[in-house]
């Protein structure tokens, strides 16, 4: 098993909550719940002990830049302080565009964040308007230029498909700006409707490309990438080379990881558990016995058919896939005559083809 | 055993006077069971709390459907106004059109009847062909209205209703709230001077009735016999006047509430039972008649009718790895149930799994929700079938009894199907809707007349073929619950009739072949497609569904290939949610059934036999 440690760093609160997201965040808090959160994250990080080199660390949400620069940094610090972080640890920051400004960029940065992860999801203004995000196609182009000033080299963007009212045109216009924008990592998400979400409750009155179009859009959003030098190294996910993200493929590859703050998710030691979904729960247990090392809230314990499955489910999402041995070479062909998938030195590996469908196909694998 | 000894009647609890042996006829919800209980209640044969179920009907299936499937005896003691105890004997009755034959021998058993009329909703359809057959076996009915206790209850309707439909007296009809347990004596008393003792002579060749038998494991088979003549004791042998078949009784006794009471003897009028370590329950069947065999009875009670299966279908387990507990399940329901046949059936869509034969659609219900229930099973059925006779060409008659064994078009010389007589009694307002339902199943209208000025009984020729889906369940829904409906068979008639084929990915999925008129099979044909394509999920290919007849498509519809089933986002690490959801995806194949490369669900099996659901 590999040795190295990822971290995540869950900030929950967001200015406004996107129409299409489901995941636990809070529209913004007050001061004093926002300086709790910090300290309660920061007693987390200090609860655990480990010599395990850490690789990668990233901070998600929620738009973590809400929570205060000094705050995020002295989380950083926190972490840096506990944890052997390897010299060429990626440190991600997810942010939007209107969150950012260079001063509080070029911070981030001298702090050690080395990588930004940006939603843009469109350069359409309309479609962002749609999609509830707080910023026009200009905002997010002077953002980038900050962070680009800020000296980020490792950038990522997520671009949304299949938005209501989305056009091939204007979706081709996205993708195009995300890759004149030179990031060298993009991550393209097909919009699902997830429950309770405005977007389901409105589900009705929501003008959703009919599936023929959303096909097109994804296929012709990794034609124009592959164009662009950008490898589709992962069901979402296109990098060029040198900057494939190494915390996600670090999720992939069954590493493990330690996950701080409401609603984080950790993989260790063969368990796999979670924190507390509420944000004043999670406040309130971190001055109690919550975070000795040994009293998360379990979740699961891995089997070895979990890890086996796990092992397929997730290397299926990446293209290096997973080893072809006999029995999976007897279940797969017709996965591989009907164009899903491919074996490649040995691995079986799902086509662009595949990755649509690829739940159906690990379903039947595991 | 010389005649010389049996000068009997030696027990000197034995008066012939003293016995009443009833039954009690209800529609379904009328209050059967209650009133039964508040008899026991009353009398002492049970304690109130253990009333919390009710007693006569013993499996839990029935006491949700509200409905008794097979016939118990309870024997009870009764101090009457008049200073004698008197030995009763209960006789429940099956309530449901698929057992008419097992009510006859019921009411075979019995000198009178309780009718009981719901005073809010009057006579019903199955009230009515019951007391009918009360009626034809000389039973003396004493009708009871019940349910006073209600605010909408109408004792006078009631009571005129049983005069002018049913053509007794109801005068002075007792009128009780078995629910309340009001005026249960009435009914008592009813029961000591209006019906008669029964009539026989202890000591002439026993002549007993079987109406009813179980299977025990100790005991072996437990014979519920009505002795009509002579005397059944300990040791004695008998012989099943029909199945030939004799045994040495190793037990004798009466029916109390919750066990069997050992007696050395039951004697002519008695009702009880008999045990003589019968293996099988097919050699006790319901309507022989039980004998000695070295002094029998001249001739067989009348009446005897072997039951005949009516409507087959095909169950098979829906992990087919369960096969064997499919089978070990069955085989212990007909220990029981000798009227449900089974053998071994192979489907190329379904595997292995058993060809089953039902009384009637009911009667498949019930066996298929205990098959669930008590046994844990997860099934799937194919569609019911009726038996078809067929002139085939070169081959002379056959009867089919699975649309699989149906042969091609031009194979058939002619064909025929069963037909029942239907009587249905509905509210008048629901009458032309109704009308149209027989309509639309090939209904040859018959006659219609007014009860009353608010409801109508209709009579309908129909074809068994037709009522055997929904047809209840369609006159339910059309009726908001109120029309009822009972059905005898009338034999066979010719009738254009196909076998409809369907067609998954090309390939003839057995399973779900059915035989229709051939009037209907476009209908039938399209809305089956339709009905599979929406409960067939999307796989990775297209999947064209077909319906054909003969090799001539008919029909086709398309499940369009899946175009995206993807997680794409994993919020903070959250790998097991990932997890869960292709879980279930896993746990939802496994309710599916591969068949060529395309996956049907079970729903798919299912939602073709529930076809005419709005």
């Not at chain 2, 253990?50 to 839990?60: C, G, I, T």
Request: hydrophobic share 40%.
């Amino acid at each position: 098993m590999k040795n190295n440690l990822s971290v995540y760093v869950h900030i929950p609160f967001c200015v406004r909550k996107c129409n299409y997201c489901a995941f636990y965040s809070l529209p913004l808090c007050d001061e004093r719940v926002m300086r709790d959160y910090t300290e309660a994250l920061i007693r987390q990080i200090n609860s655990i002990k480990t010599e395990r080199p850490v690789t990668s660390v990233y901070f998600g949400g929620g738009t973590p830049p809400v929570l205060g620069v000094g705050a995020l940094i002295s989380v950083l610090e926190a972490i840096k302080a506990g944890f052997r972080l390897s010299d060429d640890c990626e440190i991600t920051l997810e942010a939007n565009p209107e969150s950012v400004s260079l001063p509080d960029l070029k911070d981030y940065r001298n702090a050690g964040f080395n990588r930004i992860s940006m939603g843009m999801q469109s350069s359409n203004d309309r479609e962002l308007a749609i999609l509830g995000r707080r910023y026009d196609l200009s905002r997010y182009k002077s953002a980038v230029r900050a962070v680009i000033d800020a000296g980020f080299e490792n950038r990522s963007t997520d671009i949304i498909f299949g938005i209501p009212e989305q056009t091939i045109e204007s979706l081709e216009k996205s993708v195009m700006t995300a890759v004149d924008s030179g990031t060298p990592h993009i991550s393209a998400y097909s919009l699902s409707i997830e429950k309770n979400t405005p977007f389901y409750n409105n589900r009705d009155t929501l003008i959703l490309p009919d599936e023929d179009t959303e096909e097109e859009m994804y296929y012709l959003l990794c034609d124009i990438l592959k164009k662009h030098d950008y490898s589709h190294y992962e069901i979402s996910s296109f990098a060029r080379e040198g900057f494939q993200s190494r915390h996600n493929l670090h999720y992939w590859d069954c590493g493990e990881y330690i996950g701080f703050g409401t609603a984080a998710h950790s993989y260790c030691k063969g368990k796999r558990f979670s924190n507390i979904a509420d944000v004043n729960e999670y406040i309130s247990l971190s001055t109690g016995d919550y975070f000795s090392p040994t009293d998360f809230h379990v979740q699961r314990y891995l089997s070895d058919t979990d890890k086996r499955e796990e092992a397929i489910m997730l290397g299926l999402r990446t293209d290096r896939g997973i080893r072809a041995d006999d029995e999976l070479l007897a279940k797969s062909k017709k996965y591989i005559d009907g164009g899903f998938a491919k074996i490649e030195n040995g691995r079986f590996i799902l086509t662009e083809k595949g990755y649509r469908v690829s739940n159906i196909i690990i379903a039947a694998l595991i | 055993m010389h005649d010389a000894e049996r000068i009997y009647v030696t027990d000197s609890m034995y008066d012939i006077k003293k016995i009443r042996n009833f039954s009690i006829i209800a529609h379904i919800d009328h209050g059967k069971s209650t009133l039964a209980d508040r008899i026991l209640e009353y009398t002492k044969a049970v304690t109130p709390r253990e009333v919390s179920a009710q007693m006569l009907d013993n499996m839990e299936l029935e006491r949700e459907r509200g409905i008794t499937i097979k016939a118990r005896a309870v024997h009870f003691n009764y101090l009457a106004d008049d200073g004698n105890l008197y030995d009763f004997n209960l006789i429940d009755t099956p309530g449901h059109v698929d057992f008419g034959y097992e009510v006859s021998r019921s009411l075979t058993a019995c000198e009178g009847a309780l009718l009981i009329v719901d005073a809010t909703q009057g006579i019903q359809a199955q009230t009515l062909a019951n007391a009918y057959m009360a009626i034809d076996n000389d039973l003396e009915i004493i009708p009871v209205i019940n349910k006073i206790d209600l605010a909408s209850a109408d004792i006078e309707m009631a009571k005129r209703e049983v005069e002018e439909i049913i053509g007794i007296p109801a005068d002075d009809a007792p009128c009780v709230s078995a629910k309340l347990g009001i005026n249960i004596r009435d009914v008592l008393e009813k029961i000591v001077t209006d019906i008669p003792c029964p009539k026989g002579d202890a000591n002439t060749p026993l002549k007993a009735l079987v109406f009813d038998s179980y299977y025990d494991a100790y005991k072996g088979v437990v014979v519920y016999i009505r002795v009509l003549e002579g005397c059944i004791r300990v040791d004695d042998t008998v012989r099943m006047m029909h199945t030939g078949a004799e045994f040495d009784v190793v037990e004798t006794g009466v029916l109390s509430t919750f066990n069997l009471q050992q007696r050395d003897a039951l004697y002519a009028g008695e009702v009880g039972y008999f045990t003589a370590s019968i293996k099988s329950i097919a050699d006790t069947e319901v309507g022989d008649t039980v004998t000695l065999a070295n002094r029998p009875t001249d001739k067989a009670l009348p009446g005897f009718k072997k039951s005949v299966p009516m409507v087959f279908s095909g169950i098979y387990p829906a992990d087919g790895a369960r096969y064997g507990d499919l089978k070990d399940a069955l085989e212990k329901l007909h220990l029981n149930d000798a009227s449900l046949l089974f053998e071994p059936e192979t489907s190329a869509a379904l595997g292995f799994g058993f060809r089953c034969g039902f009384l009637g659609l009911l009667h498949m219900e019930v066996i298929e929700e205990r098959l669930e229930r008590e046994f844990n099973l997860d099934l799937i059925t194919t569609a019911p079938s009726v038996i078809y006779e067929l002139d085939i060409k070169n081959k002379g008659i056959v009867f089919i009894d699975n649309p699989t064994n149906f042969p091609s078009p031009d194979e058939i010389e002619t064909a025929a199907e069963p037909i029942v007589k239907a009587s249905i009694i509905t509210p008048a307002a629901y009458v032309g809707s109704i009308m149209e339902l027989c309509q639309d199943r090939r209904g040859i209208f018959i006659d219609m007349k007014y009860i009353d000025t608010d409801r109508a009984e209709l009579h309908y020729e129909l074809p068994l073929n037709e009522i055997i889906y929904d047809f209840f369940d369609a006159l339910k829904s059309r009726s908001k619950g109120y029309a009822s409906l009972d059905y005898e068979h009338i034999g066979y008639k010719p009738s254009k009739l196909v076998k409809l084929d369907i067609l998954i990915n090309g390939e003839v999925v057995d399973a779900l072949s059915f035989i229709v008129h051939s009037d209907k099979a476009y209908a039938r044909a399209r809305r089956i497609v339709e009905k599979l394509r929406d409960n067939i999920p999307r796989q990775l290919f297209e999947i064209p569904v077909q319906a054909a007849i003969g090799g001539k498509i008919i029909a086709r519809e398309t499940v369009k290939a899946m175009r995206k089933d993807v997680l794409a986002k994993c919020y903070g690490g959250d790998i097991t949610r990932k997890k869960k959801l292709l879980e279930k995806q896993k746990e939802g194949k496994k309710r599916m059934r591969t068949f060529g490369s395309v996956e049907i669900p079970q729903e798919a099996f299912m939602a073709v036999l529930k076809l005419d659901e709005e």
